[in-house]
């Protein structure tokens, strides 16, 4: 399986009209890839918390349909990232949109973990509550967004649910970067899964970006990291790895915690 994250750029001299149409193109440029993945509000920043209520749209709405178009375009599976959705009810919301190769949308997920501590994307935005999973050919794919990844309770709930590759989109800051990569690795070993995280580059409203998209296989083992700057991140990786490390080294059978009846 071959996937590109592409580690965007989000400056603050780009328009968000101008910056969707770059992305399109850059999505488009993946020929040959299986899964293409964008990071967190790109279409903003993740930390321009001033700009969500007006850049937010309708799940369905600029960002979808030039990331649907991208998609069949391109013949592949993409995780578009996530935008601020404003949803039925009013409310804002950080929303992950997933393509299938013919361009459908084939999930969406609203980020449940919002960070700020009472600040920011905490007050701004309402909170998901829905794990998502979704098939692809060679593998299920676990959805989470950011700060997601700071809470094991959720990659273990997707494993429950099927998933054996986590993809994880983000807008990470630099100041905490040696996080990104440790819990990164850490929801891997643990859940015997590979992780895909891709985060940004530039600033968000001033807030310097981690960059460092990372992929893990199922032992901790970094299969390939991308560096500060806007690049795209290609690793081909067999999926079937999972199932092979959970066979090999069963620990996932040893779970007593957290199941609905301990075993004895």
């Not at 603050?12 to 850059?26: G, M, N």
């Not at 459908?104 to 449940?112: E, M, W």
Request: glycine share 10%; proline share 6%; net charge negative.
């Amino acid at each position: 399986m071959r996937a590109s994250l592409i580690q965007i750029a989000v400056n603050e001299d780009e328009t968000v009209e101008a910056r969707r149409a770059r992305v399109a193109a850059l999505v488009r440029a993946q020929a040959g890839a299986d899964l293409v993945v964008l990071p967190e509000l790109w279409t903003t920043g993740a930390f321009a918390f001033e700009e969500f209520g007006t850049a937010a749209e309708p799940l369905r709405g600029p960002t979808h349909e030039a990331m649907a178009a991208a998609a069949s375009d391109t013949g592949a599976w993409l995780h578009a990232g996530s935008v601020p959705e404003r949803g039925p009810d009013g409310r804002l919301y950080n929303t992950s949109l997933l393509y299938s190769p013919s361009g459908d949308l084939a999930a969406s997920y609203r980020k449940i973990h919002r960070f700020g501590f009472d600040k920011g994307e905490a007050v701004l935005m309402g909170a998901g509550h829905e794990p998502v999973t979704v098939r692809l050919p060679d593998t299920t794919v676990g959805v989470a967004t950011c700060y997601d990844l700071r809470f094991p309770e959720l990659f273990r709930t997707l494993v429950d649910a099927g998933a054996e590759t986590f993809v994880v989109p983000a807008g990470w800051p630099e100041r905490r970067r040696s996080h990104w990569t440790l819990l990164a690795q850490a929801r891997a070993v643990e859940n015997q899964a590979f992780v895909l995280a891709c985060g940004t580059a530039g600033a968000h409203a001033g807030v310097p970006q981690a960059g460092h998209s990372i992929v893990v296989d199922p032992w901790g083992e970094v299969l390939a990291q991308a560096g500060a700057g806007e690049e795209v991140l290609t690793v081909e990786f067999d999926p079937a790895g999972a199932a092979r490390t959970r066979e090999q080294f069963p620990a996932l059978k040893d779970r007593v915690l957290g199941l609905e009846t301990p075993r004895r």
